[in-house]
C-alpha cells in the first residue's frame, strides 16, 4: 500500500508538506517513499532463492544506509533551529508524536554533531563509505576523550576510515578500543583506570514483574566473571545433553540460570574453584613488548593490559595462547572421537563463535565438527576441527549439506547438490 501524501503522528494528527520549494522537494520525496513502499509490497519474498534473498539484504543495508543519512542531516538542521530557539529541542522535531525509539533520535543527533565538528568523518559520511554503525563507534570514543587525547584520535582519521572501509563492525570497535588505549598509555595513563571508573550495577523491575539487571565492568572484572560464567554455562550445557536435563533451554535462559548457580553457590560441585581464563597474545607482543599491532585480548575479543593479565593470574588458571608462533598442532588421529579439552581451547582462540559467519552462537554452545566425518576415517586433528551450532549441526548431520576446510582454514559450505553455498573465514582480528 502507498504511503500517504501526508507526515502523520500521534499527537498533531496529518502533517502536510510545507508550502514553497521545500514543500516541493519533500513532496518528490513523499511519492518516492509510496513508489518503493508499493515495489517492495509487491516483491513476494516467498520466491526467493538465497542469491537473491542476499542480493535483497544488501538493497535493504544501502537502502538503511540513505535513510541514517537523512536522519542526521534533519538532526543537524534541528540543532540549528534549536539553537536560534525557533524549537523547542531536537527531539520535538524530529519525532513530535513519540512514536521513535529514543536510542534512534539520539543516533541521529550524535552522528550530526560528529560530522559537524569534523568534515574528514562528514565527507565519508556523505558518500556512503563510512556505515552509520562505524561511526557511532568512532563518536562514543571521541565523546570520551577531552583536550590533547581528542585532538590526537581526531588526527587518526585517515587510520580509522581505513578500517572502517574493510572491516566488519565488531573487527571495528575493537580497532578503535586499541587505538584509545594506544592514546592514553601514550599519554602516561592507565586504560584499566578510565573503564574501572565507568563501572556499574543497577537493578529495577518491570511492569510485568520482571527483574532486571544491568551490569557494566571493566574487561579485568569480565574475564574473571566470563571464565567462571563460561565454566559453568558448557557445564550445564553438557549435563543437560548427557543427563537428560533440559535441552530446550535458549542460550539466555542457559547463561541465567549458570548466574543463578554461581551466585547461589550451585557451581560448587560441576566446576573447579578457580577461573580458567584464556588470553590470547601475537607472538611479537609476547617477545617483543606492545606494538601498534598487538594482540592482548581474552577469550571474548575484549582487549585487556598485561598488567591485568598478571594480577587476574593471582586467583584464576591463565590459559596463554600464542599466536604465529610456530607451535606444533593439536593432533590426536584416531586415539578419540571427541575432541581434547586443549583442542577446544585452540579452537576458541580462533573462533569466538560459530565458524559460520555471522553467525552469533558462542563458542562455549558449539559443537566441535569433524570437516572429514569420524565414520567416514576422520582424524581428531585441529586441522580438520570447526565450532559450529547446533542449528549448523543440524544443517550437515540431518540434510546432508558439507563441510571442507583450507590448510589456512578457509571453511567452504556446499548444499546437498554438490554446490558451493559460501566460504566463511575464521574470526578476523
Given amino acids: 500500500m502507498a504511503r500517504p501524501a501526508t507526515v502523520s503522528n500521534d499527537t498533531t494528527g496529518n502533517v502536510p508538506a510545507p508550502a514553497g520549494a521545500p514543500g516541493e522537494v519533500l513532496a518528490r ?3 518516492a517513499l509510496g513508489e518503493l513502499d508499493a515495489a517492495l509490497r509487491a516483491v513476494g519474498v516467498e520466491g526467493f532463492n538465497a542469491l537473491t534473498l542476499r542480493w535483497a539484504g544488501e538493497r535493504a543495508r544501502q537502502g538503511r544506509a ?59 559520511f556523505d558518500d556512503g563509505a563510512l556505515p552509520a554503525a562505524h561511526l557511532d563507534v568512532i563518536t562514543r570514543a ?14 587518526a582519521h ?64 569480565a574475564a574473571r566473571l566470563d571464565g567462571a560464567l563460561d565454566a559453568q554455562i558448557e557445564a550445564l550445557f553438557h549435563r543437560d545433553r548427557n543427563a537428560g536435563g533440559d535441552t530446550h533451554r535458549t542460550a539466555e535462559q ?16 560441576t566446576r573447579p574453584g578457580r577461573a ?12 617483543n613488548g606492545l606494538h601498534d599491532h598487538s594482540i592482548h585480548v581474552d577469550n571474548n575479543r575484549q582487549p585487556i593490559t598485561p598488567d591485568a593479565i598478571r594480577r587476574l593470574a593471582c586467583d584464576a588458571d591463565i590459559l596463554p595462547i600464542v599466536l604465529a608462533g610456530g607451535t606444533v598442532p593439536l593432533d590426536m588421529g584416531r586415539k578419540v572421537r571427541t575432541a581434547t579439552h586443549e583442542q577446544r581451547l585452540a579452537l576458541a582462540a580462533i573462533y569466538p563463535r560459530c565458524a ?31 565450532p559450529i551450532c547446533g542449528q549448523h549441526h543440524h544443517l550437515v548431520h540431518d540434510h546432508h549439506w558439507h563441510m571442507t576446510l583450507d590448510p589456512d582454514r578457509l571453511l567452504h559450505l556446499y548444499r546437498p547438490d554438490g554446490t558451493l553455498d559460501s566460504v566463511h573465514p575464521p574470526a578476523g582480528w
Fill in 29 to 31: 520525496v513523499d511519492a
Fill in 66 to 124: 540513505s535513510l541514517d543519512w537523512f536522519d542526521a542531516a534533519l538532526a543537524r538542521r534541528a540543532q540549528q533551529l534549536a539553537a536560534a530557539g525557533t524549537v523547542r529541542d531536537t527531539t520535538s522535531v524530529l519525532d513530535p508524536g513519540g512514536r521513535r525509539p529514543v536510542a534512534d533520535v539520539t543516533a541521529a543527533t550524535r552522528r550530526a554533531e560528529a560530522v559537524a565538528d569534523q568534515p574528514a568523518l562528514a565527507d565519508a
Fill in 142 to 155: 571521541r565523546r570520551a576523550l577531552r583536550g590533547d587525547l581528542r585532538a590526537r584520535f581526531d588526527a
Fill in 158 to 221: 585517515d587510520e580509522l576510515l581505513a578500517a572502517a572501509a574493510r572491516q566488519p563492525l565488531a573487527q571495528f570497535r575493537r580497532t578503535v578500543t586499541t587505538l584509545v588505549d594506544r592514546l592514553h598509555a601514550d599519554h602516561g595513563n592507565d586504560p584499566g583506570d578510565r573503564l574501572r571508573r565507568q563501572r556499574s550495577l543497577r537493578r529495577w523491575t518491570s511492569d510485568d514483574g520482571i527483574r532486571h539487571w544491568h551490569l557494566a565492568v571493566d574487561p579485568e572484572a
Fill in 254 to 269: 542457559l547463561a541465567c540460570d549458570a548466574l543463578c548457580d554461581l551466585v547461589a553457590g550451585g557451581h560448587a560441585a
Fill in 276 to 287: 580458567e581464563i584464556s588470553v590470547i597474545v601475537d607472538h611479537d607482543t609476547l617477545v
Fill in 356 to 386: 559460520i559467519t555471522d553467525c552469533s552462537v558462542r563458542f562455549s554452545h558449539c559443537e566441535v565438527h569433524h570437516t572429514v566425518e569420524w565414520d567416514d576415517n576422520g582424524y581428531t586433528d585441529i586441522a580438520l576441527l570447526v
